[in-house]
């Protein structure tokens, strides 16, 4: 949450390093056990990067390998 307050205050509320940011907590919810918030946090990472830096940059592409795996957690 400090991070993801530190990135905001220094970019504003939409770029892509937030987006990384979001797509990191994800990871983390997965690692802690719990599929939903990953899930949710990976979605609003990935909305983020496709409208700030589009759907096909590599970055995007790569944020959406990260959340569909993912989507394939139980």
């Known amino acids: 949450d400090e991070a ?7 970019y504003g509320p939409e ?6 940011v979001l797509v990191n ?7 802690r056990g719990d ?3 990953a899930r949710a946090e990976c979605a609003r990472g ?3 990067a496709v409208r ?9 592409r790569d944020l959406r390998k990260i959340c569909d795996s993912l989507e394939k957690m139980a």
Do not use: K
């Not at 993801?4 to 220094?10: K, L």
């Not at 907590?25 to 690692?31: E, F, Q, V």
């Not at 700030?52 to 995007?60: E, K, L, M, Q, V």
């Open 25 to 31: 907590r994800a990871r983390l919810n997965a690692g």
């Open 4 to 10: 993801q307050r530190n990135y905001v205050a220094s």
């Open 15 to 20: 770029h892509a390093n937030i987006a990384e």
């Open 52 to 60: 700030t830096i589009g759907a096909d940059s590599p970055f995007s």
């Open 35 to 37: 599929p939903a918030a």
């Open 46 to 48: 990935l909305d983020m």
